[in-house]
């Protein structure tokens, strides 16, 4: 699913270079539930957003589905992240002047997909993270969690390749953040490959591999032993 | 993204900040409707100009001399000319026209005076001009023989003198050259300028009509500045004036000195030059839209920033720099189309307003509206383009981070 080699990232900050990811080889293969893991300045948000196709890496190949990420255009990357992937921030990034449903609706109106057909897939997607109640609600009505509902309704409504989250429970209280693991556990279950970035050792508890950076290189790639359930601490 | 999803979602955000929207519309308002105002009044002028033609009828002449500085006294048209123009077969009435300046009109203090035109004709005048009698009567064949002292004014003079405008009989005094001459009023018109001159009494010059005759002895001088001729046969309107002018040529013992002008033609002089000033109001007013226009850029600019991070979402949901670009543009050209639309409205019924001040039906073409709604789209487009295409070139990663 997704391959990476020798992946370079190198900023130009003024004179200096910074070298955020120095020959990084990763292999993510379907249905995998991943956590990259590192302190901040590691080199993992870059990672994230290079495999999002949100940037580009300056050396070294990224293969997305078979797909070369690394050669395409602007305009297909944005069709890459609309059809392959499903973003889910720690800040939710919903629009706040539209409703739940809108929002999930949004990745289908740049697919170009049908008013009506939308709406039944976004209904379907709220209703999968259990917020058929609130279509109607915009953003300020909802609660944290049910922000992050949302959002992670909206990630899966074009049925993408990889789920990728972006510390998606820094801004929930733990009730909620678990709530959240746990419907990403289902969706794991169901097929669905999640990479998620964390600082946060608990959550990563949660998932089946958590790879380490530091200083834009992999220091460490393991297979949780036991993968902690939600399931046992919600009512 | 389809075109309609982003005007929807166009519209969507012009009217969550409604205040704001309305106040960058206004720029565009202003011009639209000061430009359909002035082009209605304007349009709407020609259009009542033309129809005052026609009621004269299109077999007019008017002849004059071509360039009265470069004549010398022996080709300055003169009374006796008369005789001459009334005797060719076409003509059905002449009247010379001899308008003295200078002239003060003693007003009901007698101290205070108020400067005239005196205007010299025949009781000929009468058929080719629309005078519009509302007390007495014009000149006729006697007053203009035994060059009487008589005049007709219009009403608004005689409110100034009088106080009331039923003045036939009544005596004004004109003077001309320090020297004061008592008139009888045998008519009141109305002021050709209408209401219109009501609001300006002070600058609208007062115009008074006697005896060619009577006038010529005030000013001592027997010149005629033009005569004014009605013919029989319209298609022999350009013989009849090559012919008069021969005449005239032959009795001055000059040449090409002598212009003879059509009803028809004065009109299109008239209309070219209400044209040329309706051209250059509404580009002043142009210019206001210009100003609206840079407002409407300027807005859309802070409108990008402040929503660098909506510009952000939508891209990592897959949005294109197209898309994007679309949607800022489109929320432009809504601003303008909006402001063109109730631009139009509001030039429409200032048009109407000033039209029923002037007594003049403002005429609102179909040129004139298509052009405004190209001309306010086209606004938005050129105003908007640099604002969509800053947001179009956001980078995703630095826009999802902006606070």
């Given at each position: ?12 900050n ?8 120095r ?33 580009k ?6 293969c997305?589905?078979q ?18 992937i ?9 629009l ?9 609706e ?79 556990q ?30 834009g ?19 | 993204?389809?075109?309609?999803e ?6 969507r955000s ?39 033609f ?12 071509k ?37 003060q ?9 108020r ?23 014009f ?36 003077q ?60 022999k ?55 609206g226009?840079?407002g ?108």
């Amino acid at each position: 699913m997704i391959a990476i080699k020798n992946l370079t990232k190198v900023y130009q900050n003024g004179q200096i270079e910074v070298a955020a990811l120095r020959t990084v080889n990763l292999t993510v293969a379907a249905k995998e539930f991943v956590s990259i893991m590192g302190p901040s300045g590691s080199g993992k948000s870059t990672m994230m957003n290079i495999i999002g196709c949100l940037d580009k890496s300056t050396e070294g190949e990224y293969c997305l589905d078979q797909v070369n990420i690394s050669s395409l255009k602007d305009d297909d990357l944005a069709d890459i992240r609309n059809k392959k992937i499903g973003f889910i921030f720690q800040s939710f990034n919903l629009l706040p002047k539209l409703t739940a449903l809108e929002n999930v609706e949004l990745p289908m109106v740049y697919a170009g997909i049908g008013a009506k057909e939308r709406k039944d897939r976004a209904l379907d997607a709220l209703k999968k993270v259990g917020l058929e109640d609130r279509v109607f609600h915009k953003p300020n009505e909802l609660s944290g969690g049910q922000m992050q509902r949302v959002a992670i309704a909206r990630a899966l409504v074009n049925q993408p390749s990889i789920l990728l989250a972006d510390e998606p429970t820094g801004n929930l209280d733990s009730r909620s953040g678990e709530e959240i693991m746990g419907i990403f556990q289902d969706l794991n279950q169901e097929g669905a490959t999640i990479v998620m970035v964390t600082h946060e050792p608990e959550i990563a508890a949660y998932t089946k591999r958590i790879v380490t950076f530091r200083d834009g290189e992999i220091i460490s790639d393991e297979l949780v032993k036991n993968t902690l359930s939600t399931r046992r601490n919600l009512v | 993204m389809n075109l309609v999803e982003s005007v929807k979602s166009a519209f969507r955000s012009v009217f969550s900040n409604k205040m704001r929207s309305f106040l960058t519309m206004l720029g565009i308002i202003i011009g639209i409707s000061s430009v359909i105002m002035i082009t209605s009044i304007g349009q709407g002028s020609q259009a009542a100009l033309t129809g005052e033609f026609d009621k004269l009828g299109v077999n007019m002449l008017t002849i004059s001399l071509k360039d009265p500085s470069k004549a010398t006294s022996r080709d300055q048209l003169i009374i006796e000319d008369m005789e001459i123009i009334k005797n060719h077969p076409q003509v059905t009435s002449v009247t010379p026209l001899y308008q003295g300046g200078n002239a003060q009109i003693q007003l009901r203090n007698p101290k205070e005076y108020r400067s005239s035109i005196l205007i010299g004709v025949n009781e000929s005048y009468k058929d080719i001009s629309a005078l519009n009698f509302i007390y007495g009567r014009f000149l006729i064949d006697t007053d203009v023989k035994m060059k009487s002292k008589v005049a007709i004014i219009d009403d608004g003079l005689a409110k100034v003198i009088f106080g009331y405008d039923d003045v036939i009989g009544q005596q004004i005094y004109v003077q001309v050259k320090q020297v004061k001459h008592p008139f009888t009023v045998i008519g009141v018109i109305k002021n050709p300028m209408g209401d219109f001159a009501s609001l300006f009494p002070d600058q609208m010059p007062t115009m008074l009509y006697m005896p060619i005759g009577a006038v010529h002895d005030l000013y001592g001088t027997n010149r005629i500045q033009n005569f004014a001729v009605a013919i029989q046969d319209k298609d022999k309107i350009n013989d009849t004036s090559l012919e008069l002018t021969k005449m005239l040529e032959k009795k001055h013992r000059n040449e090409n000195q002598y212009y003879v002008q059509s009803a028809t033609e004065s009109l299109d002089v008239v209309n070219k030059v209400l044209g040329y000033f309706t051209a250059f109001i509404s580009f002043v007013a142009g210019i206001s839209l210009l100003v609206g226009g840079i407002g409407v850029m300027n807005i859309m600019l802070v409108t990008v920033t402040e929503r660098t991070r909506e510009i952000g979402i939508r891209k990592s949901l897959g949005a294109k720099n197209k898309d994007i670009r679309i949607q800022f543009l489109i929320e432009a050209m809504i601003l303008t189309i909006i402001g063109g639309l109730i631009g139009m409205a509001l030039g429409y019924l200032g048009g109407l307003g000033i039209g029923s001040l002037m007594k003049i039906a403002p005429k609102v073409s179909f040129i004139v509206v298509s052009l405004t709604v190209t001309l306010s789209s086209m606004i938005g487009i050129i105003f908007g383009v640099y604002p969509a295409n800053k947001a179009a070139k956001l980078d995703p990663i630095e826009a999802l981070r902006y606070e």
